[in-house]
Every structure is written in structure tokens, then in C-alpha cells.
């Protein structure tokens, strides 16, 4: 299973390839492995995974509704 991590403290989107930077549009995200993902700052980031269809030749996405609950939350909070 591959990932995605979010910034959910600040905000700031999904890491890039790398964890050069970050980006808004998931397409230009980097999508990495549980091994790759960093066991510092736990707190400041969220995995989630990446939704592949089923017999899809398609590249995965994440569930974008985690992101914008995410979203909601903080500002809420």
C-alpha cells in the first residue's frame, strides 16, 4: 500500500516526491511507501492512503474526503 502524507498542522498540502516541499494538487505529490513515511513530527502530518481502482491502469488519488475534513476541522478549530 502506498500513501500520501498531509500537513495538518499547518496546512500547507501534500508532500512532494522526496518530502522536497509541498503542493496543493495531489497529482504532483509524492506517494511513498509505510517504510519511506517519517516517524518524527507524528503530529504535524496525516498518511493517507492511496485509492487505486480495482483493474484500473489509472494512478491512485487519495481519499479526498479526509482532506477536506481535515480542512473543515482546522478551520473550525
Not at 496525516?46 to 482546522?74: C, M, T, W
Request: hydrophobic share 35%; aromatic share 16%.
Amino acid at each position: 500500500m502506498k500513501f500520501y502524507v498531509y500537513d495538518v498542522q499547518k496546512g500547507k498540502g501534500y508532500w512532494r516526491p522526496d518530502f522536497l516541499g509541498y503542493t496543493h494538487n495531489y497529482k504532483e505529490a509524492g506517494v511513498f511507501s509505510a517504510d519511506e513515511l517519517p516517524s518524527h513530527a507524528a503530529d504535524c502530518w496525516i498518511a493517507i492512503p492511496q485509492f487505486v481502482p480495482y483493474h484500473s491502469e489509472e494512478p491512485g488519488k487519495p481519499n479526498l474526503r479526509v482532506v477536506e475534513d481535515l480542512k473543515r476541522a482546522k478551520s473550525m478549530g
